[in-house]
């Protein structure tokens, strides 16, 4: 059965102290994974799509990287602005059906 | 564009109650979809479809309807309302096999 687990649940951060998230996933034939962005009372929002082990994203202090049984999601530098909580997700069919993990909650306190 | 919209935002209802949750998108895209969210669980699918007509079943599909007849709508019946149909549902959109998918901002259901 497919599987994706997010670690740790919660992440307290002071502001400029870096640090990563994983997304660990055991599925049959990953087509992509996703990370998302939700922050309190809002849908998620799309930050990254990884595709292939090796792969890396960046946009502005997140970088997104993917190897064939994880994903991490590094956040350098981090602002109160990035607090929210972090979802990853895998499609492993060809129609867009997604599988979440739980997310991991971020704190950036100043 | 407005992108995914999502009524009502809020919803309180009686056990056996019956309602739809509408789900509506500007962007033309072909695959929509409805997910719950539970505490502690992260999004589970409930139901999708990959074009207007075409409905399938996802991961927690009993005690809700679907149906595409446009390319724009897709609501979500919940027949007769249970408590453990409380949480947040949230309806997305996705242009192309493996693209993102766009959500709405939720409606946020407590059956009583």
């Known amino acids: 059965e497919d599987q994706v687990t997010q670690s740790p649940e919660a992440l307290r951060l002071q502001e400029g102290e870096s640090s990563s998230l994983n997304c660990s996933y055991t599925?049959?034939?990953?087509?992509?994974l996703f990370w998302y962005r939700q922050d309190p009372g809002k849908g998620p929002e799309f930050l990254f799509t990884?595709?292939?082990a090796g792969e890396e994203k960046e946009k502005e202090r997140l970088k997104a990287t993917l190897t064939k049984k994880e994903s991490f999601l590094h956040i350098t530098a981090p602002k109160p602005e990035d607090s929210a909580t972090y979802l990853c997700a895998v499609q492993t069919d060809s129609w867009g059906k997604l599988q979440f993990g739980a997310g991991t909650q971020v704190v950036v306190t100043p | 564009n407005a992108g995914v919209t999502q009524t009502p935002k809020f919803q309180v209802l009686k056990t056996g109650q019956s309602m739809t949750l509408q789900c509506a998108q500007d962007m033309n895209h072909e695959y929509m979809s409805w997910y719950r969210q539970d505490p502690g669980m992260g999004l589970r699918l409930i139901h999708y479809s990959v074009g207007a007509g075409i409905t399938d079943q996802g991961e927690v599909p009993n005690g809700y309807n679907v149906s595409r007849s446009t390319t724009e709508d897709f609501p979500l019946r919940l027949l007769s309302a249970a408590p453990s149909q409380t949480s947040v549902y949230f309806c997305a959109s996705q242009q192309g096999s493996y693209n993102e998918q766009f959500f709405g901002p939720g409606t946020r259901l407590t059956v009583l």
């Open positions: 599925v049959s034939g990953l087509r992509g």
């Open positions: 990884l595709y292939s």
